[in-house]
Nanobody, 121 residues
Framework: QVQLVESGGGLVPAGISLTLSCAASGRTLAMAWFRQTPGKEREFVASISWSGGTTAYADAVKGRFTISRDNDKNSLYLQMNSLKPEDTAIYYC?????????????????WGQGTQVTVSS
């Protein structure tokens, strides 16, 4: 059983950068960030392989967000640049059952409680 705890969310103006962190209680394989806004389904943001060598991004954040990890610290990060109001959501980190990153939520066995990011215009 792996426990995940996100941090780093907050209320920020548009255009600013913010970094989210996710601390895992133990070793994890592939990981990802998802986000959800009220009334909408949770959506994929970015994923990363165990080694960090393979990453993938949703089109909406490609070029602005960067996912990374530090396996020595059992930590996952999401660097978010040029934030837009439409990035407002609860951001969740997730740990997959396997080594290959995927945008499919069903492949993720462990989830954090989420951290709120609000971007004002």
């Amino acid at each position: 059983q792996v426990q995940l705890v996100e941090s780093g969310g907050g209320l920020v103006p548009a255009g600013i950068s913010l970094t989210l962190s996710c601390a895992a209680s133990g070793r994890t394989l592939a990981m990802a960030w998802f986000r959800q806004t009220p009334g909408k389904e949770r959506e994929f943001v970015a994923s990363i392989s165990w080694s960090g060598g393979t990453t993938a991004y949703a089109d909406a954040v490609k070029g602005r967000f960067t996912i990374s990890r530090d396996n020595d610290k059992n930590s996952l990060y999401l660097q978010m640049n040029s934030l837009k109001p439409e990035d407002t959501a609860i951001y969740y980190c997730a740990a997959a059952r396997g080594v290959n990153p995927t945008a499919n939520q069903r492949e993720y066995a462990y989830w954090g409680q989420g951290t709120q990011v609000t971007v004002s215009s």
